[in-house]
């Protein structure tokens, strides 16, 4: 059983950065997989980023690819999503996600935490 608590969300204007962070509670964070997924209001919930344990390879949906980048700190038990060149239609509440073993089901989530992209 994991615990997640997201971070760092807010209200910024177009062409900005926002950093989120995933607090994690539990001695075998750095063995998930962890992933930043989002949900505009009417659309359906989306996996934005994701980042396998040891090694750390990524995955990115294509409409952010170039703009966010996912780390994690395992030391710190923390999985961050850095957010640059903000677009209104990021406009959503990000999810952290923990997944025992895969990249695409995931089994504990966050509470979500809002971020607002204005234009």
């Known amino acids: 059983q994991v615990q997640l608590v997201e971070s760092g969300g807010g209200l910024v204007q177009a062409g900005g950065s926002l950093r989120l962070s995933c607090a994690a509670s539990?001695?075998?964070?750095?063995?998930?997989?962890m992933g930043w997924f989002r949900q505009a209001p009417g659309k359906e919930r989306e996996l934005v980023a994701a980042?396998?344990?040891?090694?750390?390879?990524?995955y990115y949906a294509d409409s952010v690819k170039g703009r966010f980048t996912i780390s994690r700190d395992d030391a710190k038990n923390t999985v961050y999503l850095q957010m640059n060149s903000l677009k209104p239609e990021d406009t959503a509440v990000y999810y952290c996600?923990?997944?025992?073993?895969?990249?695409?089901?995931?089994?504990?989530w966050g509470q979500g935490t809002q971020v607002t992209v204005s234009s």
């Open positions: 996600a923990a997944s025992v073993a895969s990249m695409r089901n995931y089994d504990f």
């Open positions: 539990g001695r075998t964070f750095s063995r998930y997989i």
């Open positions: 980042i396998k344990s040891g090694v750390g390879s990524t």
